[in-house]
């Protein structure tokens, strides 16, 4: 891999232009990654590189350095073709969505990943399914470049890391995990403060939100199934925002006999949108039937379907897994 990263930094190097993509609907640790490269290119490279997200972008995450520097896909100009492209964290080319054809335009593509069902669809593919996180191959990446991180920089990949471990819990939290931890706390990260941007400061239409939805959970199969829909009507009740669902399936997971977890959420377009969790079964077999993708414990996918349709075809998708 080492490799790998070298030719990185040599695309870098060569490039006037640069873009650097998030997937649909983005996380602590896509959000967290890209800016951490962003950044760590203006620091050393001495180059200005555009971050883009498509959707909606999660105030949640506001708090993270340079947060403005992400760019609505819907603003820029999609004929463009920059020299060099970098998705992070990015199962897949349709999680790129409506960006996918600046993805494509580009001279020369690179895919920076994590996820076991990555193909690897770039012309450089730097993946590594047993990291916890993106920020995890970028912290390796940047040692083997020799540049140090600053406070920002870490700060970015501490959400990445915080936020993909579940603040350490999570079975993807190995050695290397605290590893990094301790490195990134030493360059100055709060450990207490950023877990508190992050987790504690919802507003409370989000919280009575989030109640609500898990109070609407059904249960299968003796309890070993946690499934709950979140409708249009649902967010305009409570005047959800699209990352107001963030979480809530962890807390479905949580139950002591549950095995499965998933929330289903009802896009504006009519179809559904699920992430699914699970303690021990692997998930990547169901959300493959439906076009998704992800790790074994937490992955997810989209069902061109209403949402009760695809609420039943996805339960009994699970049910057949479940012994």
Known sequence: MENLFLELKNKITEAESIIIFSHVNPDGDTLGSNLALNLMIEKYFGKKADSVFVGTLPNLYSY????SRFQNIDDIDKSKKYDLAIAVDVAS??????????????????????????????????????????????????KKWDMPLNLDIARCLYTSLMTDTGCFKYDNTSPEAFLMGAELVGCGVSPNKEYRACYETKPQSMV????????????????????????????????????????????????????V?????????????????????????????FGGGGHKYSAGCTIKKPIAIAFDKLLKRVQSEIK
């Open 64 to 67: 993270l350095p340079e947060f």
């Open 93 to 142: 080319k349709d999680r790129m969505v409506t960006a996918v054809q600046l993805f494509d335009n580009a001279g020369f593509k690179a895919n920076i990943d994590h996820h076991v069902t990555n193909i690897g669809y770039g012309d450089l593919n730097i993946i590594d399914g047993n990291a916890a996180c993106v920020g995890m191959i970028l912290n390796r990446m940047f």
């Open 208 to 259: 009575q939100f989030q109640a609500y939805i898990v109070c609407n959970t059904v249960f299968y199969n003796d309890g070993k199934i946690a499934f709950s829909k979140v409708t249009r009507n649902d967010m305009s009740k409570f005047n959800a925002e699209d990352d107001y669902t963030e979480g809530i399936v962890e807390v479905l997971r949580s139950s002591k006999n549950v095995e």
């Open 261 to 289: 977890a998933a929330i289903l959420k009802e896009t504006k377009e009519g179809y559904t949108k699920v992430s699914l969790r699970s303690k021990s079964l692997d998930l990547t077999p169901v959300v493959m039937d």
